[in-house]
């Protein structure tokens, strides 16, 4: 049995308690800078209580995570490795959370997720080691892919503490109902299925509702909140500001690239407000600009906009789907020139929304991975979606955008239709 030294008090669940050892973990540092990070990003232009940081989700993780390790019966050693496991899942997140992963990308040129960094940093930290000693291993094996065991799962899967968490916490701290679903219900539902020396995470059949409303409430956050037109504009104006920064000298390209010796330190010394105050210290780059007017919510506006389910010819549609990076560079300072403008203050964008939740069980497959699945009353194990009676399109929903300063919207707009939809 855990034994609990210390309370937490949580809007959503109430008292979170831990352990002696779990206190230690919190006060490390790199756990205590997930309070300087906001849980989402610039979401706080649009919905103006979404200041909730990294560090309280992970108190909730934490809680949902234990829940889940109780239902399924686990021992107490898995439920402590379980638990160490949530307090550093979002460890590795760079400055306002997942935005930063795309600034990574851009500067390194390959697929980064906070993840990795989360394995890098679990890996070196010694501080770390101190607390969790040798148990140190048995925390990263969770956070490996190919570790195909429930213990995993909680951390990190179709149906895991993150989700269950974030999709709520999200929709109270904002003040809408799109992330609201049986949260009960579901870790009623939850059940664990052994094969050899794997297991899987399955819902009973009596859940499959619950579970409905879950794939349901992830979908329209994303819609209507991760993905809002507001946010897209401030997060591409982040972007924009870092690469400019770079490009003048105000950062370090070098702090950036995660196989320089130094990238670690670098990194952790980073947070929300240390980003933007080292962007500006220099007033003479596009990039204090950027930031001051993000700070100020003087946002881009959106000169060009069009959702490519609306166009009926599909080598156009080809065409804006194909786009790459350096197309973007190319448009944006074609517009720039054609407008008299700054092409630092063009951002051509293009917004993919895929809820992963109803993906077919083939797209899982072919990735290698589990899908969702259902357990019947004989425990026969089928895939969700040979159940669910809701269909879904599995195709991405694609929106092509310019940003640009207001004055220019107009202009922007008619060249964009000459040159996108020509």
């Known amino acids: 049995m855990l034994k609990i030294e210390k309370f937490f008090r949580d809007p959503l669940y109430g008292f979170i308690g831990l352990t002696k050892k779990e206190v230690e973990l919190l006060g490390i540092p790199v756990v205590q800078r997930l309070r300087r990070i906001k849980q989402l990003g610039n979401t706080h232009l649009v919905y103006p209580s979404a200041c909730h940081s990294r560090f309280e989700h992970t108190l909730g993780v934490l809680h949902i995570a234990n829940r889940m390790a109780q239902k399924l019966e686990l021992s107490d050693y898995d439920s402590e490795i379980i638990r160490y496991a949530a307090i550093l899942h979002d460890i590795g997140h760079g400055p306002l959370s997942h935005n930063f992963e795309t600034i990574l990308e851009f500067i390194n040129k390959r697929n980064i997720s906070h993840e990795d960094i989360t394995r ?3 890996e070196a930290d010694n501080e770390i080691y101190t607390v969790l000693g040798d148990k140190k291993e048995e925390v990263l094996s969770l956070f490996d892919s190919m570790n195909e065991t429930v213990n995993s799962e909680i951390i990190s899967g179709n149906i895991d503490a993150d989700r269950l968490d974030y999709l709520r916490r ?3 701290h904002i003040g809408v109902t799109y992330g609201i679903f049986d949260l009960e219900r579901i870790l009623h539902t939850i059940n664990k299925k052994t094969d050899g020396e794997k297991s899987y995470l399955t819902v009973l059949r009596k859940g499959m509702d619950a579970l409905e409303g879950y794939r349901l409430a992830r979908y329209l956050m994303h819609t209507q909140v991760y993905y809002h037109h507001a946010r897209a504009i401030s997060d591409s104006m982040l972007q924009r500001a870092v690469e400019v920064a770079v490009r003048d000298g105000t950062l370090d390209y070098k702090i950036l690239k995660i196989d320089d010796p130094n990238f670690l330190a670098n990194y952790l010394l980073l947070d929300d407000n240390r980003l933007f105050q080292k962007i500006l210290s220099n007033p003479q780059s596009n ?5 001051n007017d993000l700070e100020n919510r003087n946002l881009l506006k959106r000169g060009f ?3 490519l389910k ?5 080598l156009k549609k080809r065409k804006i789907m194909s786009l790459q990076t350096e197309d973007f560079r190319r448009l944006e300072v074609s517009l720039a020139d054609s407008c008299k403008c700054e092409k630092d203050f063009i951002i051509a964008y293009l917004q993919k929304i895929e809820n992963t939740l109803y993906k077919s069980s083939y797209e899982f497959f072919k990735a290698d991975k589990t899908p969702i699945l259902i357990e019947n009353e004989n425990g ?4 969700l979606d040979k159940e669910s009676p ?3 399109k599995q195709e991405p929903r ?3 955008y310019i940003f640009c300063p207001e004055k220019y919207k107009s202009k922007i707009n008619e060249l964009a239709k000459d040159i996108i939809l020509a």
């Open 120 to 122: 890098k940093i679990i």
């Open 170 to 172: 999200d929709s109270y």
């Open 287 to 291: 990039a204090y600009k950027l930031i």
């Open 305 to 307: 906009e069009i959702d």
């Open 310 to 314: 609306w166009i009926e010819d599909a």
């Open 380 to 383: 026969k194990v089928t895939e």
């Open 390 to 392: 809701i269909f879904a």
């Open 398 to 400: 694609y929106k092509f």
